[in-house]
């Protein structure tokens, strides 16, 4: 497994997929989730909308992943999931962001895609520690056996850079 830290955009990444951090709608929404739905272009939403509720208002539960294809953007699918809101940590927050991963990169797996990119998942707007989701995301993918996938943990800021990186380094 090959595993490489970037700063940037993760819409411009050329990967076979594109983890999006969701909202349980799958509507579109703030920050990745929003910067996503803006690259992938209508038709984005429109598949989307097509993805069965599993509760009103919800196509995707906390942890669980839906696929879309990439439509406008560079990668060919949007693997969509929905992170935990931080609580404090102990409400099972690290279990739900570690879900989100493993199943993330299940899919990935299972589609025989090469490549994979993953945004900090739960750190913007749902307010998880940086260092704390770091930690699960690096150790989850040294978990997996997906050795054939190459994953990107792309990082909008030199912070969550840093912090993915310290991560890799323990």
Same mark, same amino acid.
């Given at each position: ?10 819409? &411009? ?29 209508? &038709? ?5 909308? *097509? ?50 991963? &493993?199943?993330?990169? &299940? ?41 054939? *996938? ?21």
């Amino acid at each position: 497994m090959w595993i490489e830290v970037v700063e940037g955009d993760i819409t &411009r990444l050329e990967v076979d997929a594109i983890v999006n951090a969701a909202a349980p709608s799958l509507l579109g929404g703030g920050g990745v989730d929003g910067a996503i739905h803006r690259a992938a272009g209508p &038709r984005l939403l429109e598949a989307c909308r *097509v993805l069965p509720e599993v509760s009103p208002g919800v196509r995707c539960r906390v942890g669980d992943v839906r696929v879309t294809p990439g439509f406008d953007l560079p990668a060919r699918y949007v693997i969509h999931t929905v992170g935990p809101i931080w609580r404090g940590g102990n409400h099972g927050e690290a279990g739900e962001l570690a879900a989100c991963y &493993r199943h993330a990169i &299940r899919v990935a797996s299972g589609l025989e895609l090469t490549s994979i990119a993953f945004p900090a998942i739960s750190c913007g707007v749902y307010g998880y520690p940086v260092a704390a989701a770091s930690a699960v995301a690096v150790a989850v993918i040294h978990a997996t056996q997906a050795r054939d *996938v190459a994953i990107t943990l792309c990082c909008y800021s030199p912070e969550t850079a840093d912090a993915v990186r310290r991560a890799l380094l323990t």
